[in-house]
């Protein structure tokens, strides 16, 4: 992995300000083969669950707009409006897959037209978390992709 790529694609949960104060929590759940996600902080910057990102002490945050760890996109992410969300529901491969909810992606489309997507193994088609942009997305994996608006 190249260090402009330890932001987007290192293991672990991820934070998502946003302007309206709120902000959200995402991550895997390799138990629902899904992307999980939660308030972190409400608008009125109260935690709303028990244990915050910023107070896990296993965790070591990065930055969006940091110069070696994360790309130019990323940096261009940063005061983008979102226009629309949606979940990426993957077909499942087994029938033990067809019990679980499948939801490997939250898509935020940008005012730029760029796609965020908060993504469950999307990039290398395992149980790992990343935030990636939609052109990590395998290939092979697209084909496998109901994509449903939400937002």
């Known amino acids: 992995m190249a260090s402009k790529d330890v932001f987007s694609l290192t293991c672990g949960p991820a934070a998502i300000a946003f302007d309206s104060g709120i902000i959200l929590g995402v991550a895997s759940d390799p138990s629902k083969n899904s992307v999980s996600v939660w308030v972190e902080r409400d608008r009125a910057d109260l935690s709303v669950c028990g244990g915050t990102l910023s107070c ?21 992410v940063i005061g983008a409006q979102v226009r629309a969300i949606s979940l990426l529901v993957r077909k499942p491969r087994t029938a033990r897959l067809a019990e679980l909810p499948n939801e490997v992606g939250l898509c935020f489309l940008l005012d730029s037209g760029a796609r965020v997507i908060a993504a469950h193994g999307l990039h290398d088609d395992s149980d790992d978390f990343a935030i990636i942009q939609d052109d990590f997305v395998l290939e092979r994996i697209c084909a496998e992709l109901n994509e449903v608006q939400i937002g």
């Open 56 to 76: 896990d002490e296993e965790l070591h945050p990065i930055s969006a707009n940091d110069p070696k760890f994360a790309s130019s996109f990323w940096h261009r």
